[in-house]
């Protein structure tokens, strides 16, 4: 056997040892495993309640994206109008 058959004959293998792995997982595990890989989505979905943006730093976001809006319109219109 070359080297590229040995590798691949490893690969299969291991491929194989870790579909079984998936197989013999009881229920329980499964969900574990499903809690753990998800928990960054229920923390990161849920509302902060102590984190509310005031009237005026949405305002100033406002302020800011309508100025950037303006300023593409007149260039466009001053370079090529």
């Not at 969900?31 to 730093?57: C, F, M, R, V």
């Amino acid at each position: 056997m070359n080297r590229k058959q040995k590798k691949a004959k490893r690969l299969n293998a291991k491929a194989h040892t870790q579909k079984q792995a998936q197989v013999y997982m009881t229920p329980k595990e499964k969900k574990d495993i499903y809690e753990w890989n998800n928990a960054h989505d229920e923390l990161t979905l849920e509302p902060i309640e102590g984190l509310k943006e005031s009237k005026l730093i949405k305002g100033v976001k406002v302020g800011i994206w309508l100025t950037l809006c303006v300023a593409i319109i007149w260039m466009s219109w001053h370079f090529l109008g």
